[in-house]
């Protein structure tokens, strides 16, 4: 079994006894021992993820890497958080995820017109099983709690994952940076409601929502 830890905040240390992990192509940076690197193609397991990858143009690029030893993972100096899985699911930004065991499944979940209103595509990842994920992050992420009686808004730039039982919708208003008047058009929220967790990053990428 995979053992994956954190060497500072911005390197991810698997150590690998003869298994297996997934992850980013490109993404390693060294390893001891022995070693065999393999690409895949992204986007998702199976049928689904073939006709995913079809619909949308997309190709996440990603490796299976095997062996003996120590393989040390990191995308542009961005922070790496560690996520556990006993049997949830983690939806993800594609680019946000860097690492999986090889026994966790990924696909695609479709995010229709709220995700294309968001900025983050028709489609997002999924991540599904028992085992540890790696997500990254522009800076710490800020791990908030959703309750059915407290439910959550987030710049739609600044989301990274979530898990849980949580549904997502968009909700227009003025964004966090337009009240300061820095904004760039009608702001963008994302409202998450249910119970569960919401990976939030202190930094925001440009949404179709503008500067928000």
């Known amino acids: 079994m995979a053992q994956f830890r954190l060497q500072g905040s911005r390197v991810l240390a698997v150590e690998l006894g003869g298994d297996a992990v997934k992850a ?11 070693m065999t690197f393999k690409k895949l ?3 998702g397991d199976g049928l689904r993820g073939m006709v995913t990858r079809r619909l949308t143009g997309e190709r996440m690029a990603v490796m299976e890497v095997k062996g003996q030893g120590t393989c040390y993972f990191a995308d542009k100096a961005t922070e790496i958080n560690l996520v556990r899985l006993d049997g949830e699911t983690l939806h993800v930004e594609a680019d946000n995820l860097l690492c999986t065991e090889a026994g966790l499944h990924t696909g695609t979940s479709f995010t229709g017109l709220n995700g294309v209103s968001s900025g983050n595509g028709l489609f997002t990842t999924k991540v599904e099983g028992h085992g540890w994920a790696a997500v990254t992050s522009n800076g710490p992420a800020v791990i908030l709690r959703v309750s059915r009686d407290m439910p959550l808004r987030v710049d739609p730039g600044a989301y990274v994952a979530h898990t849980g039982n949580l549904h997502r919708s968009l909700k227009s208003g003025a964004g966090w940076t337009t009240v300061i008047g820095e904004g760039g058009g009608e702001a963008v929220q994302v409202e998450f409601t249910g119970e569960g967790l919401v990976y939030v990053q202190p930094s925001e990428k440009v949404t179709i929502g503008g500067d928000v």
Not at 24 to 34: D, E, L
């Open 41 to 43: 193609t992204g986007g």
């Open 24 to 34: 980013r192509h490109g993404s390693m940076v060294a390893y001891t021992g022995q």
